[in-house]
Every structure is written in structure tokens, then in C-alpha cells.
């Protein structure tokens, strides 16, 4: 893959010269183009950064041409790219925010870097209701945006399992493209790839380390044109996120949960806070100005009418206590929530227990 002058001094700046993110914000502040910076690196460094590693300061321009060559076939023999600030197709949002990275890494689909985003974020222990809803949810607003999210468990598991299908989904990860983190969704991740697309700021080769999960929140609320909360305990990375996307001026949506549900007291706080309360796709959508599409009715036997009938007044309720409301037998009610789950209009929430969506 060929890149222009000013991409190839940023992909070297930010791969090869070693430096941390504040010291290359500094250099770049430095020159007023970025190809000078990689000409003439050994003048610029020592008056920019007083405390880099020796071997830059007795760095030349060949040695420099060297390393970005062999950084460049790396990428293209993985099937790697790079999209860079001076990038025609470098998000336009997230370009805007502050301490935007000069370079993202992506593996698949690079096209969607040019459409309208919106992040799903929820933590990794999501109660399977909110798990069930986010899943909904993702997929409708795929049909309008690229849903952006990370690649965890639980709440991010949700959104990439609801937007994959469309093909309309970026994990942004918070190491390089040739780990995997959690190592279980070795297979997810190679879906993601094929289907979507996998982005990083993280050269390949790089590590997780414990900071990066607060460096990749920024780039999922700066992407997208808002965020969505699904789950988030007191001290969770996805109110992080949610503070971000505040930050960056974006719209703060969350999903609301039942008071004293650990799982989603810091949903409840952002709503406290101003964050829009969410229960489907539409809450969201009306809100950039999309109308509601028409759905076919759900046809429900007297049996599933009762069952949701009593599920949606108590909230939630054990298999056995639905069949009492509903005058069934337990094994009927038994059948009628595995109908209903099909329907997608109820979720099992542990232990015999169902919740209505």
C-alpha cells in the first residue's frame, strides 16, 4: 500500500521513533508539517524533547527510511493499514477531539472509516435483559450507523453480536492488531475482521497494557456521533467512556436499571446527570432525526399474551410464579417463555427467572 510524504513521517513518528503520545503531541505542535519533522529529526528533536532515547538523537535519515520501510511491508504482508491525520478517510469526529492519535491501524473493511458512527459500550458483567436489548438495538441502528465498541465480554459482546450480521461495526482494541484480548474471542475477532472492521492506535506488536483501556475509550467516544450505556458500575471504564463522549460534546444515552442494581448504578448516574434514557433503538434515532420504521406485529397465543402480560407487570418473575399468574401449568409456561424468547420479547435472566424486553 502507497502512502503520501506526510503520512509516512506520521506512521514513522508514531511506530518507529519510540516516543509516548505527549511527546510526539509536542513535535507535532513543533512543525507546521510533519514531513519536515521526518527530514530533519535529529535538529528538531534535542530543541523539542529534552529526554527522548539517545539512539533518536543519533538517528539519520537513512536509518529513519529503514525502519518505515520495514514498518510499511510488516503492515502489508499482515494485511494491516494505516490511516493517518493527514488521512482522507481518518474519522472526521474523532479528528476533532483534543489529543486525537495521529495514526490508526485497521484490519478489514477501511470504507467504514468514512461513515456516520455510534458506540455501545456496557461492562463486562451485564445482566442478560440488557445483554438481550443492546443486541436489539445494535442491529437496528446498524441498518444507520457503523456501531462502534470495544471487544469485551457483556455489554460490548452485545453490540457486536447485534451489528455484525449487517457487516456495519468497528472494535476498536486497546493493544495491536496481532493480540487478542480476552483470548477467547480468537474466533470473534477473526469474524470482526472479515465482516467489519478491527482498529487500533496501538502498532501491531504492541502489548495491553492497564492505561490502554482509558487511552481506547477516547477513541470510542470521539468516533462516534454519540454513546450508549448499557451497563456501568460505580467505578466502570464504559462511565469513562460516557465522560468522553461528554466531554467531546457528543450525546450521552443509558439504559435505566432498578434501584440498588450494581450492575447499573453508574447508567443511573449518567441519567441523574443529563444522559438520555434509552429502553429501544427509537429513543436513540429520533434524536439525529431518523423516523420510526413501521414493524409487523408479533401474533401471540392466549397463552404468550398472559405469560408477557404478568411478566411485563412484575418486572421479573420466576418460571413457576408465571404460570400462577397466567393460570398454566409450569412445564406449559415453560414452553410458552422458550416461544416467547424466539419472539424476542423476553430474556431469561438466571435461575428459571425471566424478564420481559
Known amino acids: 500500500m502507497s502512502y503520501t510524504a506526510e503520512e509516512r513521517a506520521l506512521i514513522w513518528l508514531a511506530a518507529c521513533s519510540e516516543l509516548d503520545g505527549r511527546d510526539r503531541i509536542k513535535l507535532l505542535s513543533a512543525v507546521k508539517n ?53 488521512s482522507a478517510d481518518y474519522p472526521a469526529r474523532l479528528k476533532s477531539i483534543p489529543d486525537a492519535p495521529p495514526v490508526l491501524y485497521g484490519r478489514g473493511r477501511r470504507e467504514l472509516l468514512k461513515e456516520q458512527a455510534f458506540c455501545i459500550v456496557g461492562s463486562r458483567v451485564t445482566p442478560p435483559w440488557a445483554a438481550e436489548q443492546a443486541k436489539r438495538i445494535a442491529g437496528e441502528l446498524a441498518r444507520q450507523f457503523v456501531i462502534v465498541t470495544g471487544f469485551a465480554e457483556g455489554g460490548d459482546r452485545a453490540a457486536i453480536d447485534g451489528a455484525l450480521p449487517s457487516g456495519n461495526l468497528i472494535c476498536v482494541l486497546p493493544h495491536g492488531l496481532d493480540g487478542c484480548y480476552p483470548a477467547a474471542h480468537a474466533s470473534l475477532k477473526k469474524r470482526v475482521a472479515e465482516a467489519g472492521l478491527l482498529l487500533s492506535e496501538y502498532p501491531p506488536e504492541e502489548r495491553v497494557r492497564q492505561y490502554s483501556f482509558h487511552e481506547r475509550n477516547r477513541i470510542l467516544a470521539g468516533m462516534g456521533a454519540g454513546a450508549l ?78 405469560c408477557i402480560a404478568a411478566l411485563r407487570d412484575a418486572g421479573e418473575l420466576h418460571v413457576s410464579q408465571i404460570a400462577e399468574r397466567a393460570g398454566i401449568q409450569i412445564f406449559e409456561a415453560a414452553a410458552v417463555m422458550s416461544s416467547l424468547e424466539m419472539k424476542g420479547l423476553a430474556v431469561k435472566a438466571g435461575g428459571n427467572r425471566y424478564t420481559a424486553l
Open 34 to 86: 510533519p514531513v519536515s519533522l521526518f527530514e530533519e529529526a535529529e535538529k528538531i528533536l534535542p530543541c523539542v524533547i529534552k529526554e527522548a532515547p539517545k539512539r533518536l538523537y543519533n538517528s539519520n535519515r537513512a536509518k529513519r527510511e529503514a525502519q518505515l520501510g520495514d514498518f510499511l511491508r510488516e503492515l502489508d504482508d499482515k494485511g494491516y493499514f494505516a490511516v493517518t491525520l493527514r
Open 229 to 306: 450505556v448499557v451497563s456501568a458500575g460505580e467505578r466502570s471504564g464504559t462511565a469513562i467512556t460516557a465522560r468522553f463522549a461528554s466531554e467531546f460534546s457528543r450525546e450521552v444515552f443509558a439504559f435505566p436499571y432498578n434501584v440498588g442494581s450494581r450492575q447499573g448504578v453508574g447508567c443511573n448516574e449518567l441519567i441523574k446527570k443529563g444522559a438520555l434514557l434509552v429502553t429501544d433503538a427509537q429513543d436513540i434515532l429520533c434524536v439525529y432525526g431518523y423516523e420510526k420504521k413501521e414493524e409487523s406485529e408479533v401474533l401471540l397465543s392466549d397463552e404468550e399474551n398472559r
